[in-house]
T-cell receptor, first 119, second 114 residues
């Protein structure tokens, strides 16, 4: 149980184009999902908190107009990198918080990540 | 906000030996501490977690200890195996308030040598 999937697993795009990454909780419902960014040999950096049915909460320094987040259902959140540039190349990872266990613990289950390369 | 420090950044052990990774946190209100294992090119996988009302938790070869007074917690892996080689991250979180965020340590690259 507690499986989170991401699609695509990797993507290469041209500078100036937009890329959408999907995050799904496969066997549980998640009112809250999180989007992280990770550079090589570094820790995970929280970009934003995605809440089902409401606007995402962005961390300081993260451009909300560049990284569009939509959380339309209890099992799906999407991150769209708009007008991507080479400096946006990174490993993007989502996580989901189990709604059932939310009152007991705050376990976050992570997806496998999406490697974005912008040429 | 919360600040989590993790040591060492790299750790090399012989197969069968034990490995210990230590983390300290700054926010005394943090009360949930998970540990994640991340293999190259993959997302982090939860391996064990502990809440602040418990001092120690064990799951087969993995154990976590928590000292709330000193605000530090540690991951212990016994009888290490080559497949334990990965990057390990500790994290701290407040179950109420705190914006529902996990604050991660900087990671430890564990290498188990044959």
């Amino acid at each position: 149980g507690a499986v989170v999937s991401q699609h695509p697993s990797w993507v290469i795009c041209k500078s100036g184009t937009s890329v959408k990454i999907e995050c799904r909780s496969l066997d549980f419902q998640a009112t809250t999902m999180f989007w992280y960014r990770q550079f090589p040999k570094q820790s995970l950096m929280l970009m934003a908190t995605s809440n089902e049915g409401s606007k995402a909460t962005y961390e300081q320094g993260v451009e909300k107009d560049k990284f569009l987040i939509n959380h339309a259902s209890l099992t799906l959140s999407t991150l769209t990198v708009t007008s991507a540039h080479p400096e946006d190349s990174s490993f993007y990872i989502c996580s989901a918080r189990d709604i059932i266990r939310a009152g007991v613990t705050d376990t976050q289950y992570f997806g496998p990540g999406t490697r974005l390369t912008v040429l | 906000g919360e600040n989590v420090e993790q040591h060492p950044s790299t750790l090399s052990v012989q197969e069968g030996d034990s490995a210990v990774i230590k983390c300290t946190y700054s926010d005394s209100a943090s009360n949930y501490f998970p540990w994640y294992k991340q293999e190259l090119g993959k997302g982090p996988q939860l391996i064990i977690d502990i809440r602040s009302n418990v001092g120690e938790k064990k799951d087969q070869r993995i154990a976590v200890t928590l000292n709330k007074t000193a605000k530090h917690f540690s991951l212990h892996i016994t009888e290490t195996q080559p497949e334990d080689s990965a990057v390990y991250f500790c994290a701290a979180h407040r179950l109420t308030g705190g914006g529902n965020k996990l604050t991660f340590g900087t990671g430890t690259q564990l290498k188990v040598e044959l």
